[in-house]
């Protein structure tokens, strides 16, 4: 089984900074992909970054040069590193872990997971 676990929201002024971690643990797994996506009050859930497991990036235009993804593949842990936020940034914030677990020898299968998310308010 796998968990994905976020940590690191919380309340900050406009301008300032956060860093979410997500740590995904379990048995026998690697890891794909990872996303964090967030999902304000009223509005479906968005895409906010990407990264592979070769290190290849990706952020949608409104986080663009504001924040940063990375991956330490060692500790299982994705970083989104959030500076300058602005008030339109307040969501929950979930870590979409994809990944592929080992049953055996060439037994295995591909899955997404969820983490349970962490918020994030912006004040003005």
């Known amino acids: 089984q796998v968990q994905v676990v976020e940590s690191g929201g919380g309340l900050v002024q406009a301008g300032g900074s956060l860093r979410l971690s997500c740590v995904v643990s379990?048995?026998?797994?690697?890891?794909?992909?990872m996303d964090w996506y967030r999902q304000a009050p009223g509005l479906q859930r968005e895409l906010v970054a990407t990264i592979t497991s070769g290190g290849n990036t990706y952020y949608t235009d409104s986080v663009k040069d504001r924040f940063t993804i990375s991956l330490d593949s060692a500790k299982n842990t994705v970083y989104l590193q959030m500076n300058s936020l602005k008030p339109e940034d307040t969501a929950v914030y979930y870590c979409y872990a994809h990944v592929r677990v080992y049953l055996g020898v060439n037994n295995f299968y591909d899955y997404d997971y969820w983490g349970q998310g962490t918020q994030v308010t912006v004040s003005s």
């Open positions: 379990g048995n026998s797994f690697t890891i794909n992909d």
